[in-house]
Protein backbone atom coordinates (compact mmCIF):
# COMPACT_ATOMS: atom_id res chain seq x y z
CA UNK A 1 0.00 0.00 0.00
CA UNK A 2 1.50 3.25 -0.95
CA UNK A 3 0.21 7.13 -0.42
CA UNK A 4 1.65 10.33 -1.11
CA UNK A 5 0.62 13.11 1.27
CA UNK A 6 -2.27 11.47 2.87
CA UNK A 7 -3.17 9.58 6.04
CA UNK A 8 -5.59 6.75 5.27
CA UNK A 9 -8.45 6.62 8.08
CA UNK A 10 -8.55 3.24 10.21
CA UNK A 11 -11.32 1.90 8.22
CA UNK A 12 -8.97 1.78 5.33
CA UNK A 13 -6.11 0.62 6.90
CA UNK A 14 -8.49 -2.11 8.26
CA UNK A 15 -8.46 -3.34 4.07
CA UNK A 16 -4.94 -2.42 2.79
CA UNK A 17 -2.71 -1.94 5.48
CA UNK A 18 1.06 -4.06 5.54
CA UNK A 19 -0.13 -5.70 2.11
CA UNK A 20 0.27 -4.72 -1.97
CA UNK A 21 -0.65 -7.39 -4.80
CA UNK A 22 1.68 -10.17 -4.70
CA UNK A 23 4.92 -9.57 -6.61
CA UNK A 24 5.28 -13.15 -8.14
CA UNK A 25 1.56 -13.82 -8.48
CA UNK A 26 -0.41 -10.51 -8.65
CA UNK A 27 -2.28 -11.50 -6.45
CA UNK A 28 -4.65 -8.57 -5.00
CA UNK A 29 -5.68 -10.66 -1.81
CA UNK A 30 -2.63 -11.87 0.12
CA UNK A 31 -1.85 -15.48 -0.45
CA UNK A 32 -1.59 -18.47 2.24
CA UNK A 33 1.84 -19.37 2.39
CA UNK A 34 1.23 -22.89 4.09
CA UNK A 35 4.59 -24.18 4.17
CA UNK A 36 6.92 -25.40 7.13
CA UNK A 37 9.84 -24.43 5.87
CA UNK A 38 11.66 -22.39 3.07
CA UNK A 39 14.39 -23.32 0.54
CA UNK A 40 17.83 -21.13 0.83
CA UNK A 41 21.62 -21.10 0.00
CA UNK A 42 23.43 -22.74 2.84
CA UNK A 43 25.18 -19.32 3.48
CA UNK A 44 21.94 -17.44 3.63
CA UNK A 45 20.47 -19.26 6.56
CA UNK A 46 22.72 -17.47 9.12
CA UNK A 47 22.47 -14.34 7.83
CA UNK A 48 18.89 -14.69 8.24
CA UNK A 49 19.22 -15.75 11.92
CA UNK A 50 20.58 -13.30 12.97
CA UNK A 51 18.71 -10.80 11.17
CA UNK A 52 21.44 -9.50 8.67
CA UNK A 53 19.39 -10.97 5.55
CA UNK A 54 15.67 -10.75 4.68
CA UNK A 55 14.20 -13.74 4.73
CA UNK A 56 12.75 -17.04 5.97
CA UNK A 57 13.91 -20.47 6.75
CA UNK A 58 10.78 -22.07 8.98
CA UNK A 59 7.15 -21.27 9.83
CA UNK A 60 7.48 -21.04 13.38
CA UNK A 61 9.84 -18.11 13.85
CA UNK A 62 8.52 -15.91 10.71
CA UNK A 63 6.12 -16.50 7.30
CA UNK A 64 5.48 -14.01 4.85
CA UNK A 65 1.15 -14.47 5.74
CA UNK A 66 1.43 -14.24 9.00
CA UNK A 67 4.16 -11.00 8.61
CA UNK A 68 1.16 -9.36 6.51
CA UNK A 69 -1.08 -10.00 9.61
CA UNK A 70 1.57 -8.90 11.85
CA UNK A 71 2.27 -5.47 9.79
CA UNK A 72 -1.34 -4.45 9.76
CA UNK A 73 -1.73 -5.46 13.32
CA UNK A 74 1.26 -2.68 14.15
CA UNK A 75 0.02 -0.02 12.00
CA UNK A 76 -3.86 -0.54 13.36
CA UNK A 77 -2.59 0.07 16.70
CA UNK A 78 -0.28 2.38 16.06
CA UNK A 79 2.62 0.12 16.68
CA UNK A 80 6.35 -0.33 15.53
CA UNK A 81 6.20 -4.14 15.30
CA UNK A 82 4.22 -7.25 16.02
CA UNK A 83 4.30 -10.79 16.51
CA UNK A 84 1.48 -13.15 15.88
CA UNK A 85 0.91 -15.98 18.16
CA UNK A 86 -0.90 -19.18 18.71
CA UNK A 87 -3.72 -17.63 20.87
CA UNK A 88 -4.21 -14.56 23.19
CA UNK A 89 -3.14 -16.88 25.96
CA UNK A 90 -0.10 -17.71 24.09
CA UNK A 91 0.60 -13.80 23.63
CA UNK A 92 0.22 -12.68 27.08
CA UNK A 93 2.50 -15.51 28.66
CA UNK A 94 5.52 -14.80 25.72
CA UNK A 95 5.28 -11.29 27.05
CA UNK A 96 5.29 -12.08 31.06
CA UNK A 97 8.06 -14.89 29.96
CA UNK A 98 10.22 -12.63 28.02
CA UNK A 99 10.33 -9.53 30.46
CA UNK A 100 10.80 -11.55 33.65
CA UNK A 101 13.73 -13.86 35.01
CA UNK A 102 12.78 -16.41 38.01
CA UNK A 103 12.61 -14.19 40.86
CA UNK A 104 10.77 -11.34 39.27
CA UNK A 105 7.14 -10.26 39.59
CA UNK A 106 4.48 -8.89 37.75
CA UNK A 107 1.93 -6.68 38.91
CA UNK A 108 -1.95 -7.29 37.71
CA UNK A 109 -5.24 -5.70 37.90
CA UNK A 110 -7.95 -8.90 39.07
CA UNK A 111 -10.08 -7.61 36.57
CA UNK A 112 -8.54 -9.88 33.65
CA UNK A 113 -10.14 -12.81 31.62
CA UNK A 114 -10.36 -15.45 33.94
CA UNK A 115 -7.81 -17.84 31.91
CA UNK A 116 -5.27 -15.00 32.52
CA UNK A 117 -5.98 -15.45 36.14
CA UNK A 118 -5.92 -18.68 36.47
CA UNK A 119 -1.87 -18.44 33.98
CA UNK A 120 -0.95 -15.86 36.78
CA UNK A 121 -1.99 -17.94 39.36
CA UNK A 122 -0.70 -21.31 38.47
CA UNK A 123 1.77 -21.66 35.79
CA UNK A 124 4.01 -18.48 35.99
CA UNK A 125 4.88 -19.12 39.52
CA UNK A 126 6.21 -22.37 38.30
CA UNK A 127 8.67 -20.62 36.23
CA UNK A 128 9.65 -18.15 39.24
CA UNK A 129 7.56 -15.07 38.21
CA UNK A 130 5.22 -14.07 40.81
CA UNK A 131 2.08 -12.49 39.56
CA UNK A 132 0.71 -9.48 42.01
CA UNK A 133 -2.73 -9.58 41.47
CA UNK A 134 -4.25 -6.28 42.82
CA UNK A 135 -8.25 -5.90 42.47
CA UNK A 136 -7.83 -2.14 41.26
CA UNK A 137 -6.59 -0.15 38.15
CA UNK A 138 -5.81 2.75 40.33
CA UNK A 139 -2.58 3.55 39.78
CA UNK A 140 -1.99 4.24 43.10
CA UNK A 141 -3.02 1.47 44.27
CA UNK A 142 -1.19 -0.83 41.70
CA UNK A 143 2.15 1.26 42.70
CA UNK A 144 2.19 -0.01 46.70
CA UNK A 145 2.60 -3.76 45.26
CA UNK A 146 5.70 -2.48 42.44
CA UNK A 147 9.09 -3.31 44.20
CA UNK A 148 12.68 -3.28 42.54
CA UNK A 149 11.87 -6.80 41.09
CA UNK A 150 9.23 -5.38 39.01
CA UNK A 151 9.20 -5.35 35.46
CA UNK A 152 5.77 -4.71 34.40
CA UNK A 153 2.68 -3.42 34.79
CA UNK A 154 -0.51 -5.79 33.16
CA UNK A 155 -4.01 -4.52 32.79
CA UNK A 156 -6.80 -4.76 30.26
CA UNK A 157 -8.06 -2.04 28.12
CA UNK A 158 -11.52 -3.46 28.62
CA UNK A 159 -11.47 -5.61 31.47
CA UNK A 160 -13.72 -9.24 30.71
CA UNK A 161 -16.47 -8.69 32.44
CA UNK A 162 -16.05 -6.37 34.77
CA UNK A 163 -15.78 -3.42 32.37
CA UNK A 164 -13.50 -1.77 34.26
CA UNK A 165 -11.73 1.26 31.92
CA UNK A 166 -8.20 2.30 33.47
CA UNK A 167 -6.69 5.70 33.05
CA UNK A 168 -3.96 4.93 30.74
CA UNK A 169 -2.03 8.21 31.26
CA UNK A 170 -1.66 7.85 34.80
CA UNK A 171 -1.36 4.18 34.83
CA UNK A 172 1.79 4.62 32.24
CA UNK A 173 3.29 7.90 33.73
CA UNK A 174 3.60 5.18 37.28
CA UNK A 175 4.83 2.53 35.62
CA UNK A 176 7.70 4.75 33.88
CA UNK A 177 8.78 6.28 36.73
CA UNK A 178 9.84 3.12 38.20
CA UNK A 179 11.36 2.24 34.37
CA UNK A 180 8.91 -0.68 33.73
CA UNK A 181 6.88 -1.25 30.77
CA UNK A 182 2.43 -0.84 30.73
CA UNK A 183 1.38 -4.32 29.43
CA UNK A 184 -2.75 -3.70 27.83
CA UNK A 185 -4.75 -6.77 26.69
CA UNK A 186 -6.59 -4.91 24.36
CA UNK A 187 -8.77 -7.56 22.96
CA UNK A 188 -12.39 -5.69 23.99
CA UNK A 189 -10.97 -2.98 21.99
CA UNK A 190 -12.00 -4.48 19.07
CA UNK A 191 -8.43 -4.38 17.26
CA UNK A 192 -7.85 -0.86 17.90
CA UNK A 193 -11.15 0.46 17.08
CA UNK A 194 -12.63 1.34 20.44
CA UNK A 195 -9.41 2.13 22.12
CA UNK A 196 -5.60 2.07 21.23
CA UNK A 197 -3.54 2.50 24.48
CA UNK A 198 -0.09 2.75 23.06
CA UNK A 199 -1.85 6.14 21.72
CA UNK A 200 -2.06 6.94 25.43
CA UNK A 201 0.96 5.56 27.22
CA UNK A 202 1.30 1.97 27.31
CA UNK A 203 4.35 0.35 25.63
CA UNK A 204 3.13 -3.14 24.56
CA UNK A 205 -0.53 -4.36 23.45
CA UNK A 206 -1.73 -7.88 23.21
CA UNK A 207 -4.87 -9.38 21.67
CA UNK A 208 -6.72 -12.23 21.50
CA UNK A 209 -7.68 -12.09 18.18
CA UNK A 210 -9.37 -15.04 17.87
CA UNK A 211 -12.39 -12.23 19.19
CA UNK A 212 -13.56 -9.26 17.36
CA UNK A 213 -10.11 -9.41 15.06
CA UNK A 214 -11.64 -12.58 13.32
CA UNK A 215 -15.25 -11.58 14.23
CA UNK A 216 -16.64 -15.26 13.19
CA UNK A 217 -15.77 -17.74 15.72
CA UNK A 218 -13.81 -19.75 13.44
CA UNK A 219 -10.13 -19.41 14.33
CA UNK A 220 -7.40 -19.11 17.48
CA UNK A 221 -4.92 -16.60 17.60
CA UNK A 222 -3.22 -13.84 19.41
CA UNK A 223 -1.25 -10.73 18.48
CA UNK A 224 1.84 -8.78 20.34
CA UNK A 225 2.26 -5.39 19.30
CA UNK A 226 5.20 -3.40 20.45
CA UNK A 227 5.24 0.81 20.81
CA UNK A 228 9.10 0.59 19.75
CA UNK A 229 9.84 2.98 22.38
CA UNK A 230 10.45 1.97 25.81
CA UNK A 231 14.40 2.06 26.76
CA UNK A 232 14.91 -1.66 27.36
CA UNK A 233 18.90 -0.59 27.64
CA UNK A 234 18.52 0.80 31.17
CA UNK A 235 19.87 -2.58 33.10
CA UNK A 236 16.52 -4.01 34.56
CA UNK A 237 15.72 -6.40 31.69
CA UNK A 238 18.91 -8.76 31.53
CA UNK A 239 16.73 -10.60 29.20
CA UNK A 240 16.87 -7.93 26.31
CA UNK A 241 20.28 -5.79 27.47
CA UNK A 242 21.96 -8.55 28.18
CA UNK A 243 23.99 -10.73 25.57
CA UNK A 244 22.03 -13.56 24.70
CA UNK A 245 23.29 -16.54 22.58
CA UNK A 246 20.97 -16.80 19.21
CA UNK A 247 20.20 -19.57 17.76
CA UNK A 248 23.28 -21.76 19.13
CA UNK A 249 26.93 -20.58 19.63
CA UNK A 250 27.21 -18.47 16.73
CA UNK A 251 27.75 -14.84 18.41
CA UNK A 252 25.40 -13.40 21.24
CA UNK A 253 22.92 -10.42 20.40
CA UNK A 254 22.14 -8.14 22.79
CA UNK A 255 18.89 -7.44 21.77
CA UNK A 256 18.56 -3.65 23.34
CA UNK A 257 21.35 -2.37 21.82
CA UNK A 258 21.56 -4.30 18.52
CA UNK A 259 17.81 -4.23 17.75
CA UNK A 260 17.01 -1.03 18.44
CA UNK A 261 13.21 -0.09 18.32
CA UNK A 262 12.66 -4.23 17.20
CA UNK A 263 14.10 -5.46 20.36
CA UNK A 264 11.11 -6.64 21.98
CA UNK A 265 9.79 -8.27 18.94
CA UNK A 266 12.66 -9.84 17.27
CA UNK A 267 13.53 -11.60 21.20
CA UNK A 268 9.90 -12.55 21.28
CA UNK A 269 10.73 -14.25 17.75
CA UNK A 270 14.18 -15.57 18.14
CA UNK A 271 13.44 -16.92 21.45
CA UNK A 272 9.95 -17.23 23.14
CA UNK A 273 8.97 -18.64 19.67
CA UNK A 274 11.81 -20.71 19.28
CA UNK A 275 11.56 -22.48 22.23
CA UNK A 276 7.69 -22.16 23.21
CA UNK A 277 6.53 -22.95 19.67
CA UNK A 278 3.05 -20.56 20.23
CA UNK A 279 2.71 -19.78 16.44
CA UNK A 280 0.74 -18.59 14.59
CA UNK A 281 -0.63 -20.83 11.39
CA UNK A 282 -0.61 -19.03 8.04
CA UNK A 283 -4.08 -19.94 7.41
CA UNK A 284 -5.04 -18.76 10.84
CA UNK A 285 -3.30 -15.45 9.81
CA UNK A 286 -5.40 -15.37 6.21
CA UNK A 287 -8.10 -15.92 8.25
CA UNK A 288 -7.70 -13.02 10.81
CA UNK A 289 -6.57 -10.81 7.40
CA UNK A 290 -10.08 -11.31 6.52
CA UNK A 291 -11.56 -10.84 9.21
CA UNK A 292 -9.57 -7.41 9.33
CA UNK A 293 -11.54 -6.27 6.58
CA UNK A 294 -14.89 -6.23 7.90
CA UNK A 295 -14.12 -4.82 11.48
CA UNK A 296 -14.99 -2.04 11.11
CA UNK A 297 -18.84 -2.54 9.89
CA UNK A 298 -19.23 -5.11 12.61
CA UNK A 299 -17.91 -2.82 15.13
CA UNK A 300 -20.33 -0.14 14.40
CA UNK A 301 -23.23 -2.40 14.53
CA UNK A 302 -22.14 -4.20 18.17
CA UNK A 303 -21.28 -1.03 19.48
CA UNK A 304 -24.90 0.34 18.54
CA UNK A 305 -26.03 -2.97 19.44
CA UNK A 306 -24.75 -3.12 22.96
CA UNK A 307 -25.86 0.06 23.94
CA UNK A 308 -29.62 -0.35 22.60
CA UNK A 309 -29.71 -3.61 24.58
CA UNK A 310 -28.21 -2.34 27.82
CA UNK A 311 -30.53 0.47 27.81
CA UNK A 312 -33.29 -1.76 26.81
CA UNK A 313 -32.53 -3.94 30.07
CA UNK A 314 -32.48 -1.35 31.91
CA UNK A 315 -35.98 -0.84 32.02
CA UNK A 316 -37.15 -4.52 32.24
CA UNK A 317 -38.65 -5.60 35.62
CA UNK A 318 -36.96 -9.29 35.40
CA UNK A 319 -33.33 -7.35 35.28
CA UNK A 320 -31.49 -7.07 38.45
CA UNK A 321 -28.95 -4.87 37.37
CA UNK A 322 -26.67 -3.73 33.99
CA UNK A 323 -23.12 -3.17 33.83
CA UNK A 324 -22.38 -1.23 30.11
CA UNK A 325 -19.52 1.39 30.29
CA UNK A 326 -21.78 3.30 28.08
CA UNK A 327 -23.91 3.93 30.87
CA UNK A 328 -23.28 7.42 32.77
CA UNK A 329 -24.12 5.25 36.02
CA UNK A 330 -21.47 3.27 35.16
CA UNK A 331 -18.03 3.49 37.52
CA UNK A 332 -15.91 3.61 35.08
CA UNK A 333 -17.91 5.77 32.15
CA UNK A 334 -15.42 9.09 33.02
CA UNK A 335 -12.42 6.89 32.01
CA UNK A 336 -14.56 5.35 28.78
CA UNK A 337 -15.84 8.81 27.92
CA UNK A 338 -11.93 9.75 28.18
CA UNK A 339 -10.31 7.32 26.20
CA UNK A 340 -12.63 5.57 23.80
CA UNK A 341 -13.56 6.21 20.64
CA UNK A 342 -15.89 5.13 18.31
CA UNK A 343 -18.79 3.90 21.11
CA UNK A 344 -17.83 1.71 24.26
CA UNK A 345 -17.39 -1.44 23.12
CA UNK A 346 -19.34 -4.85 22.28
CA UNK A 347 -19.72 -6.33 26.05
CA UNK A 348 -22.02 -5.86 28.51
CA UNK A 349 -23.33 -7.58 31.70
CA UNK A 350 -26.56 -8.14 33.88
CA UNK A 351 -27.88 -10.12 36.25
CA UNK A 352 -31.97 -11.65 36.38
CA UNK A 353 -33.95 -11.36 39.62
CA UNK A 354 -33.96 -14.27 41.53
CA UNK A 355 -30.15 -14.85 41.29
CA UNK A 356 -27.62 -17.50 39.41
CA UNK A 357 -30.50 -19.85 39.02
CA UNK A 358 -32.93 -17.39 37.65
CA UNK A 359 -30.14 -15.98 35.42
CA UNK A 360 -29.15 -20.09 34.25
CA UNK A 361 -33.06 -20.27 33.04
CA UNK A 362 -32.58 -16.99 31.13
CA UNK A 363 -29.85 -18.43 29.25
CA UNK A 364 -31.33 -21.46 28.15
CA UNK A 365 -34.73 -20.41 27.48
CA UNK A 366 -32.38 -18.19 24.79
CA UNK A 367 -32.70 -19.37 20.87
CA UNK A 368 -31.23 -16.75 18.75
CA UNK A 369 -28.81 -16.16 21.07
CA UNK A 370 -25.90 -18.71 21.44
CA UNK A 371 -24.94 -19.45 24.87
CA UNK A 372 -20.95 -20.15 24.44
CA UNK A 373 -17.46 -19.13 25.84
CA UNK A 374 -16.15 -16.64 23.06
CA UNK A 375 -16.40 -13.09 22.34
CA UNK A 376 -16.60 -10.82 18.95
CA UNK A 377 -18.07 -12.83 16.87
CA UNK A 378 -20.97 -11.94 14.38
CA UNK A 379 -23.69 -13.77 15.91
CA UNK A 380 -24.60 -12.56 19.39
CA UNK A 381 -23.30 -14.93 22.31
CA UNK A 382 -24.39 -15.15 26.41
CA UNK A 383 -22.74 -17.40 29.13
CA UNK A 384 -22.61 -17.01 32.55
CA UNK A 385 -19.24 -15.82 33.76
CA UNK A 386 -18.72 -18.28 36.94
CA UNK A 387 -19.26 -21.42 34.77
CA UNK A 388 -17.40 -20.11 31.26
CA UNK A 389 -14.49 -17.58 31.65
CA UNK A 390 -13.91 -17.46 35.37
CA UNK A 391 -14.91 -21.07 36.54
CA UNK A 392 -12.78 -22.71 38.66
CA UNK A 393 -11.92 -19.80 40.80
CA UNK A 394 -12.52 -19.50 44.55
CA UNK A 395 -15.47 -17.14 45.45
CA UNK A 396 -12.49 -14.81 47.32
CA UNK A 397 -11.45 -14.48 43.62
CA UNK A 398 -14.44 -14.42 41.96
CA UNK A 399 -15.54 -10.85 44.28
CA UNK A 400 -11.95 -9.38 43.81
CA UNK A 401 -12.62 -10.13 40.24
CA UNK A 402 -16.16 -8.32 40.78
CA UNK A 403 -17.76 -11.32 39.36
CA UNK A 404 -21.05 -12.39 40.68
CA UNK A 405 -22.49 -16.05 40.54
CA UNK A 406 -25.69 -14.62 38.59
CA UNK A 407 -23.83 -12.69 35.84
CA UNK A 408 -24.78 -13.03 32.46
CA UNK A 409 -22.06 -11.57 29.87
CA UNK A 410 -23.16 -10.67 26.81
CA UNK A 411 -20.94 -10.16 23.42
CA UNK A 412 -23.61 -8.41 20.69
CA UNK A 413 -23.39 -9.66 17.32
CA UNK A 414 -24.49 -7.68 14.21
CA UNK A 415 -27.89 -9.28 14.09
CA UNK A 416 -31.14 -6.62 14.43
CA UNK A 417 -31.61 -5.09 17.62
CA UNK A 418 -35.14 -5.91 17.55
CA UNK A 419 -34.55 -9.63 17.25
CA UNK A 420 -31.90 -9.57 19.92
CA UNK A 421 -34.07 -7.47 22.18
CA UNK A 422 -37.50 -10.34 21.45
CA UNK A 423 -35.38 -13.30 22.40
CA UNK A 424 -33.98 -11.76 25.72
CA UNK A 425 -37.40 -10.46 25.99
CA UNK A 426 -38.78 -14.36 25.74
CA UNK A 427 -35.95 -15.60 28.46
CA UNK A 428 -36.11 -13.19 30.86
CA UNK A 429 -40.10 -14.04 30.93
CA UNK A 430 -39.83 -17.72 31.29
CA UNK A 431 -36.88 -16.79 33.94
CA UNK A 432 -39.35 -15.87 36.38
CA UNK A 433 -41.73 -18.75 36.25
CA UNK A 434 -40.89 -21.21 39.03
Keep these: MTQTGHSYHFDTLTVHAGQTPDTATNSRVAPIYQTASFVNKTEHFEQIFKGQRKGYVYSRTGNPTNETFEKRMAILENGYSA ?164 FGNKGAVDFANDKGSSALTLRLKA ?39 AKWLVARDEVAWVSYIGLNSHPYYKNAAKYLRNGFGGVLCFGVKGGKQASVKCLDALKLVSVLANLGCAMTIAALSVSTSHYGLTEEELEQCGVRDDQIRVSLGIEKLEDIQADFAQALEKSQVN
Design 271 to 309: EAMRDFGMCMTPFAAWNFLLGLETLVLRAERQNSNAMGL
Design 83 to 246: IATSSGTAANFMVFTVLCSPGDNIVMSNFVFGGTLMQARTSLPRLGIDARMVPSVDPEVLEEFVDENTKGVFVESISNPMLSVPDFEQLAAMAHRHGIPLVVDNTCGMGGYVVRPLDHGADIVTHSATKWINGHGTTLGGVVIDKGSFDWGSGKFPTLNEPSVF
